[in-house]
């Protein structure tokens, strides 16, 4: 996924290369943006099916773009991109987050939903249109 850089060094890196993540992380009214990659869209999906769009930014920058860190994400994952990122998310929008990762694994597995947002790709049109060009 890229080099390693040190917990500092990455705030540094963060904080210089991409401007202010704290405020971009609390815009809640704006949308999803939808990339050309993979992750991009992933990442995407991933949060706007859960209407936390807002927190697009804030998990690209610390890194959590990837299929394999988003099934198994925990409060300590959320704890690492508040600190990184700069922001504090509500009690609520960690534990949507949870289960939208806990959802994403059993999806990936093949095995049936519980009734709850679902993270699949089909439903990426969902509360958060993506951001005009």
């Known amino acids: 996924m890229g080099c390693l850089l040190s917990k500092s060094e990455g705030k540094a890196a963060g ?3 991409h ?7 609390k ?8 990339g050309t990659a993979a992750t991009d869209d992933l990442v995407s999906t991933f949060l706007s099916s859960i209407s936390l769009c807002h927190y697009e930014e804030a998990f690209r920058r610390a890194g959590y773009d990837d299929r394999s860190v988003l099934v198994n994400i ?13 922001i504090t998310l509500p009690p609520g929008h960690k534990k949507r987050i949870i289960l939208a990762g806990e ?3 059993r999806e990936s597995s093949g ?23």
């Open 27 to 34: 815009r809640s009214n704006e949308s999803c943006s939808v």
């Open 111 to 133: 095995e049936v939903g519980d009734g709850g947002y679902s993270v699949a790709a089909s439903d990426a049109g969902g509360a958060c249109p993506p951001t005009p060009p």
């Open 15 to 17: 904080a210089s290369q």
């Open 74 to 86: 925990s409060e300590k994952d959320i704890a690492d991109i508040e600190a990184f990122a700069g």
């Open 19 to 25: 401007g202010d993540t704290a405020s971009s992380a």
């Open 103 to 105: 959802r994403l694994g």
